[in-house]
């Protein structure tokens, strides 16, 4: 597995990404694919990488991209703050449980060390296994709503 910078000619592969990190529980019943339309989705990628802090990295598995990690600072589900970027990942359904979803985790949270980045963000739902995944990786709950946990973690 390679995990690298998503380019320039990739960035249109993140609507089918925000789409599979929908959780969907009955995967043979499956939400309709035009749900990414939706404004609180769409505010992930709409105009993906032209906001200093958009960043992604993917993960190539025989030279095909296979899952992706983005951030950038938007008021969505996991809104902190303005200057706190907030996560969204998803790996296809046929990687899954192959750890490629926890190194893109651990890469993105160097990559935002780097930049001076002090915590970032995310949103999960409560019933969603990847909340296993984000504590691992280091996130905790700070707070919650009835669906979903609000999740930080300190990057220092």
């Known amino acids: 597995m390679l995990i690298r910078p998503i380019k320039s000619n990739e960035i249109m592969l993140l609507t089918d990404f925000i789409y599979e990190a929908i959780h969907q529980p009955d995967m043979s019943d499956r939400i309709p694919r035009t749900i990414i339309q939706d404004p609180s989705i769409w ?19 025989d030279d095909l991209i296979v899952g992706a990690v983005w951030v950038r600072c938007i008021n969505a ?4 703050d303005d200057s706190i970027p907030e996560f969204a990942i998803s790996v296809y ?18 990559l935002l ?6 915590k970032a963000s995310l949103a999960v739902q409560k019933d969603n296994a990847a909340v296993t995944l984000y504590q ?21």
């Open 43 to 61: 505010i992930h990628i709409d105009g993906f990488g032209t906001k200093a802090d958009d960043h992604c990295l993917v993960a190539l598995v």
């Open 77 to 80: 589900f996991g809104h902190i």
């Open 93 to 110: 359904p046929h990687y899954r449980g192959k750890g490629i979803g926890t190194r893109l985790m651990q890469e993105m949270m160097k």
């Open 113 to 118: 060390r780097i930049k001076g980045y002090s």
């Open 136 to 156: 691992h990786v280091g996130f905790e709950v700070m707070g919650e709503n009835e669906q979903e946990y609000i999740m930080t973690i300190d990057l220092n």
